[in-house]
């Protein structure tokens, strides 16, 4: 009977010892899958806090590039800007210069018109004053031949009608007085054609 009892506690004790140790056995497999859980969890974290902290990043980098190309794109808006003034500056300053040189150009096509009018009002003076000295000399030419007409005849008369040769010396006081008389004042006198160095009364 003893034997029988100290088998079954012997047996009850290791059942115990064997309950004991499923137990622990899953005491430590729960353990095992709750710190494999906790790691899991901790490397998703992570896994996450990077890919967070990624995503941050590229937006940053995206904002900083954005930044820049808005940057670049007033650098560039204010240089054509600046660009475009100094060309309608330019083109101010030689619109400027041209209407200078117009006005210049104009002002002196006046002056040479102004000089050109003067110029042909002094020639149109001087062409009335050459139609009146051409009408004096017609009216002493004709005033010469009225008044030489009858001496002329009366020598030609008197020499019986042969030409009567007069060296040019002996008409100067005569074709002065003649002249004088054309012009208004003064006497006739006597009065021959004169060719050359001799005249010829005919």
Known sequence: MLVIVVMLVIVVMLVIVVMLVIVVMLVI?????IVVMLVIVVMLVIVVMLVIVVMLVIVVM?????MLVIVVMLVIVVMLVIVVMLVIVVMLVIVVMLVIVVMLFYQRSNIQQDSI????????NVSLQL???QMQNRRLIETLQRV???PCRELY???GGSPVQVPAQHLAPTLKGLSTEAHGGGRGSSSFC?????ASCM
Request: proline share 0%.
């Open 29 to 33: 497999v729960v353990m095992l899958v």
């Open 62 to 66: 995206l904002v900083i590039v954005v």
């Open 117 to 124: 009018t003067e110029k042909d009002e002094r020639l149109g």
């Open 131 to 133: 139609q009146s000295l």
């Open 148 to 150: 030489a007409v009858n």
């Open 157 to 159: 008369n008197k020499s």
């Open 194 to 198: 004169v060719e050359g160095e001799a």
